[in-house]
């Protein structure tokens, strides 16, 4: 009976609370807890006081709690904007006690005073090594060599959240199960080193981090690297694990241009490559000619995709084809608005340029798709280019 009532929804478990003192006994050792608008069941109040009820039941909640162990704690406080830290402070050392496995904190993004984690209720080895997964929104977070190890911490998400390098570079080293690691507009950081240690790290996502500067990736399996955010130097130890990589670039910048200079010496084993510019910056078709092609770069290579907003770049994408001999998938995605009736020929003797001209076949290739180009039938357009 125990194990079927912890499998009811937070709602459904507090009910039934209510009306039997023997599920009151399970209540207080239930491990699942979801604090937010809809299982507090406040979807029907006004959503002024919404901070307040919240605040309210889940207090009382923890309390009852209290000694009683909690696996998962779910905190999605984005209605209190002036939420007592002190609250906080309680329910956090009342959860994260030995056999807590999944933490999350999303705190609300106009908070006058952001809400500064307390690090010391990792400083205990046994609350640190049981957690699993550890998601932190918009709040402080300052790691010392204090912390105590956490050494089944799978997965790490940090969502705005104000951590230096230092601070950063403690919690890694003690984090040496990572295999997932997501860092978004933690905008403190400027170096970011992905250590050795990190044996079994395999996804690592970094987003919209403004005064990023530098990333040196040391993990030995990382499979996945995905970075959406300005170009920065980038460089990867041993990248012979890497199979999928994603980059996008939010402003105007030379994606293509960086892709094709940077990429290759990380890029030798990927299979599948993205590149996303939503502002790519055109430098006239005469300076195009002068970037280097490309030749059996991408060897591996097997899907292609390309989404760009400027598309008088198209001429760069002939270098890509040819570096890419096994590609099986090709996509290519521009901005119709960006389209103008000459927009991708780039002058009468476009035709003529010798990236017009593939290099190798694609024997290898089943599934092309262009999209936002119009139609075009004079000699030297898109649709000719493959053909």
């Known amino acids: 009976m125990h194990h079927i009532y912890s499998l009811l929804p937070l709602r459904d478990a507090a009910r039934a609370a209510c009306v039997s003192h023997g599920f009151l006994l399970f209540w207080r050792c239930y491990s699942n807890l979801t604090f937010n608008v809809s299982t507090l069941g406040l979807a ?72 500064s984690f307390p690090c010391s209720v990792f400083s205990d080895d046994a609350a640190a090594g049981s957690i699993r997964s550890l998601c932190l929104s918009a709040c402080v977070f300052r790691p010392t060599t204090t912390l105590g190890c956490l050494r089944r911490l799978n997965a790490l998400s940090l969502f705005s959240v104000q951590i230096t390098d230092e601070g950063l570079g403690h919690l890694l080293s003690k984090s040496f199960a990572l295999q997932q690691l997501f860092i978004f507009r933690c905008n403190a950081i400027i170096c970011l080193k992905i250590p050795s240690m990190l044996q079994q790290l395999k996804l690592l ?49 030379r994606m293509l241009s960086y892709a094709r200079t940077r990429l ?18 055109c430098v006239g078709f005469l300076q195009d000619v002068n970037i280097p092609m490309l030749h059996s770069k991408f060897p591996r ?87």
């Open 44 to 115: 029907h109040k006004k959503s002024e006081d919404w901070g307040i009820f919240l605040i309210d039941i889940g207090d009382r909640i923890l309390k009852n709690h209290s000694g009683n162990g909690v696996e998962t704690l779910d905190l999605c406080l984005l209605s209190c904007e002036n939420i007592d830290p002190s609250y906080l402070d309680r329910w956090l050392q009342i959860a994260v006690r030995s056999g807590i496995k999944e933490l999350k904190l999303e705190m609300s993004y106009f908070m006058k005073k952001k809400y």
């Open 205 to 253: 996502t970094i987003k919209l981090c403004e005064k990023l500067q530098v990333v040196e990736i040391n993990a030995p399996r990382l499979s996945s690297f995905h970075f959406h955010g300005a170009l920065v130097k980038i460089s990867v130890v041993d990248p012979s694990p890497l199979r999928d990589v994603y980059f996008s670039s939010p402003r105007p910048s």
């Open 264 to 281: 290759p010496s990380i890029t030798r084993n990927v299979k599948s490559l993205t590149l996303v510019s939503f502002d790519e910056v």
């Open 301 to 387: 290579l097997k899907k292609l995709e390309i989404n760009i907003k400027r598309p008088q770049a198209v001429l760069s994408l002939v270098s890509f084809l040819d570096a890419s001999p096994g590609l099986d998938s090709f996509i290519l995605r521009v901005d119709g608005n960006f389209l103008g009736p000459d927009s991708i020929v780039g002058g009468e003797n476009a035709a003529d340029d010798p990236r017009w001209k593939p290099q190798c076949r694609h024997d290898c290739l089943r599934q092309v798709r262009i999209i936002g180009f119009c139609l075009e039938k004079k000699s030297g357009s898109v649709c000719d280019l493959y053909r």
